[in-house]
């Protein structure tokens, strides 16, 4: 099937600095989405994009759907030591939905 | 928001038994359920799509005759691992979705470890 390609692996930063992290696909999806996840825990939504060029923001969160509709960004402002976790980039067309591998951040406090 | 109750959260049983994970929509009608499964450090996997009243669609690779999936309600989706093997222990994951939040609402997971 369909995968995505999400880069970094991981990540270990200090508290207070920024995040980027990135997903790229051989195919087109019509949406992509952001999601954390603990451990133990099922994946939660952090920011949906519906449309190329869409960009969105929620909270130190923002994220963007590119223009040719096979990428996607989300970058962290000033992280907290909450934010460690697992984060997932999917790709969803109509009844598909693919997962990136992840990034894994790490936050020193 | 919507919400997707997945039970047991952990289950732990011995080779050759059968499992079975449920998952509840409990304030939406979950057309479509997604089952995944995830290995430590990896990816969601998908398994399957099952569409409410329909027979699922299984990946490639996915044995339909030992992951059965039954969708016989709105609310209500079910996967069992059948003559489970350790080789099947993993966090296995569901997501319900409706019009509304197509694919958006993810269970909690349950960890299974076969012994």
């Known amino acids: 099937g369909q995968q995505l390609n999400q880069s970094p692996q991981s990540m270990f930063i200090q508290e207070g600095e920024d995040v980027s992290m990135n997903c790229t696909s051989s195919?087109?999806?019509?949406?992509w989405l952001w999601y954390k996840q603990e451990p133990g825990e099922g994946p939660v939504l952090l920011i949906a994009?519906?449309?190329?060029?869409e960009l969105t923001s929620n909270g130190r969160l923002t994220a963007q759907f590119g223009i040719t509709r096979k990428d996607s960004f989300l970058n962290i402002s000033a992280s907290i030591p909450s934010d460690v976790g697992i984060y997932f980039c999917?790709?969803?067309?109509?009844?598909?939905?693919?997962f990136g591998a992840g990034t894994r951040l790490t936050v020193k406090p | 928001g919507a919400v997707v109750s997945q039970h047991p959260s952990w289950v732990i049983c011995k080779s050759g038994t059968s499992v079975k994970i449920e998952c509840r929509s409990l304030?939406?009608?979950?057309?479509?359920m997604f089952w995944y499964r995830q290995f430590p450090k990896q990816s969601l996997m998908l398994m399957a799509t099952?569409?409410?009243?329909?027979?699922?669609?299984?990946e490639q690779g996915v044995e339909k005759d030992k992951f059965l999936i039954n969708h016989a309600s709105l609310t209500l989706s079910t996967l069992t691992v059948t003559s489970a093997h350790p080789e099947d222990s993993s966090f296995y994951i569901c997501?319900?979705?409706?019009?509304?939040?197509?694919?958006?609402?993810f269970g909690s997971g349950t960890r299974l470890t076969v012994v």
């Open positions: 999917a790709g969803q067309d109509n009844n598909d939905m693919r």
């Open positions: 195919s087109i999806f019509n949406t």
């Open positions: 994009l519906y449309k190329a060029g």
């Open positions: 304030d939406f009608q979950a057309t479509t």
């Open positions: 099952s569409n409410e009243g329909s027979k699922a669609t299984y």
């Open positions: 997501s319900g979705g409706s019009e509304l939040n197509y694919g958006y609402t």
